[in-house]
């Protein structure tokens, strides 16, 4: 079955830091990998997503991610982090099930905290 | 672009009642619509998968007649919590896609159910 395992609950970092969250999946076949960040009271953002080809995908805001298949891991990460990247940041990996249905499947999140 | 409103942001009902929560993609064709239930400090968790004019798909587990879902336009999908209870207070998170994949979901900002 897929799954996807963040390690990490929460971490905090100071601003300007480096970051990186942890990802790893479990999945028979090539994944469809994303990363999302969830503020407060708002919905879910895309931040970035790997399909295939470069397994080094540029997403908004200036985070970056990692596929490698070996490690079936997909990491997150950015150079320097703004006090306004504090929120939680999902993993998903994407893939079919029971044929032509798409799904989902999330990380249970880790809580970024930025400390001034 | 890519915007999803929901509606109410947040509603407090009486144990025995049922409550409707509307999903709209404001700026594009949603082909596929995705509801999600979020527990506190969880991760998202995938209810059902609908396609406009067609029946939703139910994640294992799901009760079909508690959670009615309807995709009757592109731009609209209804979920239904019919005789509503205290266990099925929750976040609940709709989310679009141009493409019967669903490879790329766009979130809206949820729904704060809260059962008396």
């Known amino acids: 079955a897929q799954s996807v395992t963040q390690p990490d609950i929460h971490i905090t970092v100071s601003e300007g830091a480096s970051l990186e969250l942890r990802c790893n999946y479990s999945?028979?076949?090539?994944?469809?990998l994303f990363w999302y960040v969830q503020s407060p009271g708002q919905g879910l953002q895309l931040l970035l997503k790997?399909?295939?080809?470069?397994?080094l995908v540029q997403g908004i805001k200036g985070f970056e991610a990692e596929f490698k298949r070996s490690q079936s891991s997909f990491n997150l990460r950015k150079p320097s982090v703004h006090w306004s990247d504090a929120a939680e940041y999902f993993c998903?990996?994407?893939?079919?099930?029971?044929?032509?249905?798409?799904?989902?499947?999330f990380g249970k999140g880790t809580l970024l905290t930025v400390n001034p | 672009g890519a915007v999803v409103s929901q509606h109410p942001s947040w509603v407090i009902c009486k144990s025995g009642t049922s409550v409707k929560i509307e999903c709209r993609s404001l700026?594009?064709?949603?082909?596929?619509m995705f509801w999600y239930r979020q527990f506190p400090k969880q991760s998202l968790m995938l209810m059902a998968t609908?396609?406009?004019?067609?029946?939703?798909?139910?994640e294992q587990g799901v009760e079909k007649d508690k959670f009615l879902i309807n995709h009757a336009s592109l731009t609209l999908s209804t979920l239904t919590v019919t005789s509503a209870h205290p266990e099925d207070s929750s976040f609940y998170i709709c989310?679009?896609?141009?493409?019967?994949?669903?490879?790329?979901?766009?979130f809206g900002p949820g729904t704060r159910l809260t059962v008396l």
């Open positions: 989310s679009a896609s141009v493409s019967t994949r669903g490879d790329t979901q766009y």
């Open positions: 999945y028979g076949a090539t994944p469809y």
């Open positions: 790997y399909f295939s080809g470069d397994t």
């Open positions: 998903a990996v994407g893939h079919y099930s029971g044929g032509s249905n798409y799904k989902l499947t």
């Open positions: 700026d594009f064709q949603a082909t596929t």
């Open positions: 609908s396609n406009e004019g067609s029946k939703a798909t139910y």
